[in-house]
């Protein structure tokens, strides 16, 4: 049971270049999330998706784009990265709904933009 | 909107009890919770409390909640330098798909 995964573990990009960010889970959760943290901001919320089907915007979603693949898959996408874009970034899932609701995080992407 | 905020950073010697200190805006917090992240790692929950709780124990930690002035407190007996880590505080408002994460108050326990 590998929980949620992450892929790559580590990414360097010259400014303008395109990448996606893999994210799959195998605990059949129905909601889906990308953070971004940085130092002093703690984790700020890019976008999620509740359901398989639909995504919607977090806090920080400029300059990124999702795609929920399939139950499993959350896909992050940066179309011309930026410096401002360097950062950890972090999936997370969990069963959806209301209750405690735990999430879960894969062990990110260091992710840095030259 | 809804902010939640902590302290940066907190040094304690082994064998002393850490208290992480944490404040939020949003009363409509139903379920608050403790994060802890270390190095090179993703964050994995440690415990959590409902809002209609006071205090919350399990085994070496100890959380209490004082709702009328949203404060939320994560206190850990005997720390170790394990314990060494970024505790997070996150709430979640009901209906809301979405947590609220505080900065991160990064513990360091010294020998």
């Known amino acids: 049971n590998a929980g949620v995964t992450q892929t790559p573990k580590f990414q360097v990009l010259k400014t303008g270049q395109s990448m996606t960010l893999q994210c799959a889970q195998d605990?059949?959760?129905?909601?889906m999330y990308w953070y971004r943290q940085d130092p002093g901001m703690g984790l700020r919320l890019i976008y999620y998706s509740a359901s398989e089907g639909t995504t919607d915007k977090g806090e920080v979603p400029n300059g990124y784009n999702v795609s929920r693949l399939n139950k499993r898959e959350f896909s992050l996408r940066l179309e011309s990265a930026a410096p401002s874009q360097t950062s950890v970034y972090f999936c997370?899932?969990?069963?959806?709904?209301?209750?405690?609701?735990?999430?879960?995080f894969g062990p990110g992407t260091r992710l840095t933009v030259l | 909107g809804e902010d939640v905020e902590q302290s940066l950073f907190l040094s304690v010697r082994e064998g002393d009890s850490s208290v992480i200190n944490c404040t939020y805006t949003d009363s409509s917090s139903t379920y608050l919770y403790w994060y802890k992240q270390e190095p090179g790692a993703g964050l994995q929950l440690l415990t959590y409390?409902?809002?209609?709780?006071d205090m919350k124990q399990d085994q070496r930690l100890t959380v209490l909640l004082n709702k009328k002035d949203k404060h939320l407190s994560l206190r850990i007996a005997d720390t170790q330098t394990g314990d060494s880590a970024i505790y997070f505080c996150a709430e979640k408002n009901t209906g809301f798909q979405k947590l609220v994460f505080g900065t991160g108050t990064r513990l360091l326990v010294s020998p």
């Open positions: 997370a899932s969990c069963r959806g709904g209301l209750g405690t609701d735990t999430q879960y």
């Open positions: 409390i409902f809002s209609n709780m």
């Open positions: 605990m059949n959760h129905n909601s």
